[in-house]
C-alpha cells in the first residue's frame, strides 16, 4: 500500500492528506484509529469525521473511486 499511497500523496497534493502510519515501526499509533487489521485505508471529511474505512488491500482505481463518492475530485 505504501507505493500507492505515496503516488496518491502526489496525484491529490492540496485536495486530500494522505497520511501512512507504519505500524510494524509505531504499534501505538495504531490505537487512536481503532486499527484491528493491516493494512487499513481510513477517510475523513474536511470536519474529522470517519465517513469511510477499509481493512485490506485496496487497489489505487478503487480508492481513487472511493475519493470520488466522497466528492473529492
Known amino acids: ?15 486530500v492528506i494522505v497520511e501512512f502510519i507504519d505500524v510494524w515501526k509505531n504499534p ?10 493491516i493494512p487499513t485505508q481510513i477517510l475523513y471529511d474536511r470536519e474529522g469525521r470517519e465517513v469511510w474505512r477499509h481493512e485490506g488491500f485496496i487497489s489505487k482505481e478503487d480508492l481513487i473511486a472511493r475519493f470520488a463518492e466522497v466528492g473529492i475530485e
Open 1 to 15: 500500500m505504501a507505493p500507492i499511497l505515496a503516488e496518491l500523496r502526489k496525484e491529490y497534493e492540496g485536495r
Open 28 to 37: 501505538a499509533a495504531a490505537k487512536p484509529y481503532d486499527t484491528r487489521l
